[in-house]
């Protein structure tokens, strides 16, 4: 009987970790979107702005510009407990404002 009871408690101990890592990446995936957004408004309101990184609690986020004429790469790396998310767009400005063009 306790060989059966120290399998479930390692069984659900197994689950339980993989639901806090899923939990990690969903919210380190969120934060990059946002961080994105972020850097997007922030672009608009300095087009000399290159980028920032900030920590927070267990995580961090960076987020690098590369303008290239009226076009720009935005690149945001986040970093969640464990996970690690990251996202890139290409965008292009048109009448003061930047769209994006290309996100992966």
């Known amino acids: 009987m306790f ?8 069984h ?3 689950q339980e970790r993989m639901i806090y890592r899923e939990a990690l990446r969903i919210q ?12 997007i408004r922030r672009l608009e309101d ?23 004429g009226s076009t720009a790469e935005i690149k945001v790396y986040t ?6 998310q990251s996202l890139s767009a290409s965008l292009v400005e048109k009448e003061g404002q930047w769209m994006v063009t290309a996100i992966w």
């Open 46 to 68: 300095d087009p000399d702005w290159r980028g920032d990184r900030w920590e927070w609690g267990e995580g961090q986020t960076q987020i690098e510009v590369s303008p290239i």
């Open 79 to 84: 970093e969640k407990g464990e996970a690690r």
């Open 28 to 39: 380190a995936f969120y934060l990059a979107q946002g961080g994105m957004e972020w850097g």
């Open 3 to 10: 060989l059966v009871s120290g399998r479930h408690l390692l």
């Open 12 to 14: 659900t101990s197994a």
